[in-house]
């Protein structure tokens, strides 16, 4: 639906969609040993369903012109169906350090490239908690500082079979906005976009390192004595049981806004009219000045995926992107 208002000063754009990928074409996963890469098959039904809605105003007091618009989208991925005998594919393990879990899943019922792990309740914070504790342990002997793995299953012990989805990686919603002025020969713009309702796995070292190598100053705020962390486990050496088994603990909120980009210009044509130039503009733009949120990586616009172009969110330290400033001149003739 599109609907203009206030002689289309105000334009307003509704979208509902549904969108079925019939027989979609995958690789399963194989283990590196095998060689060569495994053929493509019909994977199986993905359905994308959502509502978009786009606002824009433009208008024009004297010599005075502004505008704005915002947009949101929400979406909702489900695989409907899978052309497996497994009725899922996985990663590989590995992924985030050796010896470690698959990180993701494809499933039906759930979205595509979901994380999938151990649900967690904490961390143990003395011999007390686990003395108490009478939902079963993955760990054979576990230890005030170790994390508390969920029994999701109700059978009172921890195993394999209590993985579930601990993330997703698609937002819930997307919007994006933004401003613009000019008057007299000045003009200024900004935009900006932002995602929520999305998670990320975040893993930034190899695990089977000493325990003092190449950690991120978030590891200051691990346990090391009763009631320091209920987050982060104690801090040992090599894959132990807390951090080989992907859980909880790798999964942070992905929300965020992020300025993009910023522009300030003058047309110098306004102040010098005689000059045979239709436009002598000079300009300044920054681009992704800011970015709002509360995820601790580097950057919460990830779009990696273990190599596979149904996956993202996963973190495992790469570049951000950069902030840049620029200096520009438009002439026409």
Do not use: C
Not at 25 to 45: H, S
């Amino acid at each position: 639906m599109d609907a203009n208002f206030f002689n289309s000063r105000l334009q307003l754009v509704t979208d509902y969609y549904k969108k079925t990928t019939k027989d979609w074409l995958v690789r399963q996963p194989l283990p590196a040993i095998f060689g060569a890469q495994a053929p493509y098959y019909n994977g199986g039904d993905i359905v994308n369903k959502g509502v978009e809605l786009s606002v824009r105003w433009n208008d024009r007091i004297g010599e005075f012109s502004y505008g704005a618009h915002f947009n949101i989208a929400k979406n909702k991925n489900e695989v409907t169906r899978l052309g497996n005998a497994s009725g899922f594919i996985q990663s590989d393990g590995s992924i985030i350090s050796q010896g470690t879990d698959p990180v993701w899943r494809v499933e039906t019922g759930f979205p595509v490239g979901y994380f999938y792990g151990y649900k967690t309740a904490g961390i143990f914070q003395n011999q007390t908690e686990i003395d108490n504790w009478t939902n079963g342990f993955l760990q054979e002997s576990p230890q005030p500082g170790d994390v508390i793995f969920v029994d999701t299953n109700g059978d009172d012990t921890v195993t394999p079979d209590d993985k579930t989805m601990i993330g997703n990686p698609h937002p819930d919603f997307r919007i994006g906005f933004g401003m613009n002025f000019e008057y007299k020969g000045f003009d200024f713009a900004v935009t900006a976009k932002g995602a929520f309702g999305h998670q990320i796995l975040k893993s930034y070292r190899s695990f089977a390192d000493n325990e003092f190598h190449n950690y991120t100053d978030r590891i200051l705020t691990r346990w090391n004595g009763e009631g320091t962390s209920n987050l982060l486990p104690r801090l040992t050496a090599g894959n132990t049981t807390n951090r080989i088994n992907i859980s909880e603990i790798y999964i942070e909120d992905g929300d965020f806004v992020k300025i993009q980009n910023v522009t300030l210009g003058y047309d110098f044509k306004k102040l010098m009219p005689n000059v045979p130039l239709g436009q002598a503009r000079l300009y300044v733009t920054a681009r992704n000045l800011f970015t709002f949120t509360n995820y601790s990586g580097m950057d919460p616009e990830v779009g990696y995926g273990n190599e596979q172009p149904f996956v993202s969110g996963i973190d495992l330290g790469f570049y951000p992107s950069p902030r840049s400033y620029m200096i520009g001149v438009n002439l026409k003739f």
